[in-house]
């Protein structure tokens, strides 16, 4: 084999993955908001914005070199914020700009379902998505970024559903994920129509990890079950997780069925259509078959060219 594991690793921490010291970096700009939030909560033990966390990428570890921006999700719980979704993202916006007054309220701008909050080229833009406070254990209805509807949802069972499977799994867990979530994003720059959100990407490596089908200590390996887990299955099994107790879930008529691990009524793939699907098919199958022949290539520029069909020209050893 003329390119290793080694060298995935190696190409992983030079061009994939984001530095320990940004990350750190990164953590405490956005934990700078929620600490602001926790003071002025303990001087007003009602305000109606209850809570603010990281999340998403940043949070669970999986975050690539090429971040852009955090997910940070807000609790909140009032009565006086509008029914109208933009007039709400608006309300909370200047909401935001009170708190902060920091940031220059010009910087605090209300998106399409979420508030962004931009801090220039001094580090992350911060993406605020808001979640309807439920109760003490962090029960929430997220706004979701697909459509504005609401979701059942527990940030802090997302981030333990994945600290869970790296102590499992080691950290070779999270190092599969961030390849595969840079495999995604060099096919969106390819082709704007495929989609694969992060989270069906760690849910799919969650669910082969679990039942033992990942290699995931050779990233080769590892990455070729994934791709070839896509064309054996078809995208048909229902992928689903007991973690948290919400029991089973019911097979919706989608195309695509993975379960939220903290609300089994929850299909993440919900808004793909059969035209998403075949799109992500045919593209596991291009990577798998690259994959293929960069294993059995019988030198090493053609195990080169081979890998750059799944990572692009950026790919080096």
């Known amino acids: 084999m003329h390119i290793t594991h080694k060298d995935i690793a190696k190409f992983a921490d030079e061009v994939v993955n984001l530095p320990s010291t940004h990350a750190i970096k990164y953590r405490e700009q956005v934990e700078d908001l929620s600490n602001r939030l926790d003071a002025h909560i303990k001087d007003n033990p009602d305000y109606h914005l209850k809570w603010m966390m990281l999340s998403g990428s940043l949070a669970k570890r999986t975050s690539l070199r090429s971040i852009s921006d955090a997910d940070m999700a807000l609790y909140l719980q009032s009565d006086d914020a509008p029914e109208d979704m933009v007039e709400f993202l608006e309300w909370l916006a200047e909401e935001l700009a009170t708190l902060y007054p920091h940031i220059n309220a010009r910087d605090i701008e209300a998106k399409t379902y979420s508030v962004s909050i931009s801090f220039g080229g001094n580090g992350l833009d911060v993406d605020v998505v808001p979640i309807y406070w439920l109760n003490n254990a962090w029960d929430g209805d997220l706004v979701s970024q697909d459509d504005g509807s609401r979701l059942r949802t527990n940030i802090p069972q997302h981030l333990e559903f994945m600290e869970k499977r790296h102590k499992r799994h080691s950290s070779d867990f999270r190092q599969v994920i961030r390849l595969l979530k840079y495999w995604v994003n060099e096919r969106k720059e390819k082709d704007s129509d495929f989609r694969l959100k992060s989270f069906m990407v760690e849910l799919i490596v969650a669910h082969l990890a679990d039942s033992g089908r990942l290699s995931l200590s050779n990233y080769p390996e590892a990455l070729r079950e994934f791709f070839d887990y896509i064309q054996m299955s078809n995208l048909d099994e229902v992928i689903s997780f007991n973690d948290f107790g919400h029991g089973s879930v019911t097979k919706q ?46 030198t090493k520029d053609e195990a080169l060219r081979q890998w750059r069909k799944v990572f692009g020209t950026a790919f080096r050893v």
């Not at 919900?270 to 199958?285: C, E, F, G, H, V």
């Open 253 to 298: 008529n989608k195309p695509i069925n993975i379960f939220d691990p903290d609300n089994a009524k929850n299909n993440i793939a919900d808004q793909y259509t059969q035209a998403n699907k075949d799109l992500i098919l045919d593209t596991a199958l291009e990577a798998a078959e690259a994959i293929e022949y960069a294993l059995k290539a019988t």
